[in-house]
T-cell receptor, first 115, second 115 residues
Framework: DAGITQSPRHKVTETGTPVTLRCHQTENHRYMYWYRQDPGHGLRLIHYSYGVKDTDKGEVSDGYSVSRSKTEDFLLTLESATSSQTSVYFC??????????????FGPGTRLTVL | GNSVTQMEGPVTLSEEAFLTINCTYTATGYPSLFWYVQYPGEGLQLLLKATKADDKGSNKGFEATYRKETTSFHLEKGSVQVSDSAVYFCALVNAGGTSYGKLTFGQGTILTVHP
C-alpha cells in the first residue's frame, strides 16, 4: 500500500470556521491531489500540485486553497467553512513520470461535517 | 471536456453470479482508463487499468477491455463473491495540455453480493 496518511480522519466544525486538512506521503511522489466525494458525483478534483510550491485548480476549487511547502505534505484549507463543504475528502498521489499511464493512489479520507 | 458515465446502481447479485458494470466515456485524445474499488469506510484502491485501445486490464478475477470504437470500458467478473461488495468507480486520465494527470470519475456503482 502507498504510504499516504490524512489528518484528521473525522472533523465536525461550525459554519464560518477555518479548517485545514493535511495529507502526508512517504513515497516521494511528485504529484498530489485533493478530491471531494459526494453522493451522485463520484470524486471531483479540488486542487492539485505538481511540485513544491506548484499548484493548480481543479473543477471545484471555489472556497478552497492549498499549499505545498514540502514534497511530502499537501494542505487543503477551507478559509470559512460552509455547509456545502460537508463531504469526504481524499488525497491522492502519483509519480508523474509516465503521463497517461500514471496511477493515482488514494489516502483513507477525511470526513468533514460543517454544521 | 472529459466525462465518464457508469450504469446506475445499486446492483444486487447472488454469490457466483456474473457481473457487468457498464462504463462509457467522452474524452479528447487518447486517455488511460481505470477501475477503482472502494470498500466501506476506506479509500479508493486501483482495481485495474488499460492505457491503449484493445488493452485488457485484469485483477482478482475482474476484467475490462479498452474499446475505442465504442468508447467503453465495461467491468466484468465471471463469479462474484460476498467480499466483492463495494462501490466501483470508472475513471479516465488524459496526459498533456492543461489536464495532465487529472482523473475524471464516473458517479460510482454500488455492488451488493448476497450469499
Amino acid at each position: 500500500d502507498a504510504g499516504i496518511t490524512q489528518s484528521p480522519r473525522h472533523k465536525v466544525t461550525e459554519t464560518g470556521t477555518p479548517v485545514t486538512l493535511r495529507c502526508h506521503q512517504t513515497e516521494n511522489h511528485r504529484y498530489m491531489y485533493w478530491y471531494r466525494q459526494d453522493p451522485g458525483h463520484g470524486l471531483r478534483l479540488i486542487h492539485y500540485s505538481y511540485g513544491v510550491k506548484d499548484t493548480d485548480k481543479g473543477e471545484v476549487s471555489d472556497g478552497y486553497s492549498v499549499s505545498r511547502s514540502k514534497t511530502e505534505d499537501f494542505l487543503l484549507t477551507l478559509e470559512s467553512a460552509t455547509s456545502s463543504q460537508t463531504s469526504v475528502y481524499f488525497c491522492a498521489i502519483s509519480e508523474g513520470q509516465g503521463g497517461r499511464a500514471d496511477t493515482q493512489y488514494f489516502g483513507p479520507g477525511t470526513r468533514l461535517t460543517v454544521l | 471536456g472529459n466525462s465518464v458515465t457508469q450504469m446506475e446502481g445499486p446492483v444486487t447479485l447472488s454469490e457466483e453470479a456474473f457481473l457487468t458494470i457498464n462504463c462509457t466515456y467522452t474524452a479528447t485524445g487518447y486517455p488511460s482508463l481505470f477501475w477503482y474499488v472502494q470498500y466501506p469506510g476506506e479509500g479508493l484502491q486501483l482495481l485495474l487499468k488499460a492505457t491503449k485501445a484493445d488493452d485488457k486490464g485484469s485483477n482478482k478475477g475482474f476484467e475490462a477491455t479498452y474499446r475505442k470504437e465504442t468508447t467503453s470500458f465495461h467491468l466484468e467478473k465471471g463469479s462474484v463473491q460476498v467480499s466483492d461488495s463495494a462501490v466501483y468507480f470508472c475513471a479516465l486520465v488524459n496526459a498533456g495540455g492543461t489536464s495532465y494527470g487529472k482523473l475524471t470519475f464516473g458517479q460510482g456503482t454500488i455492488l451488493t453480493v448476497h450469499p
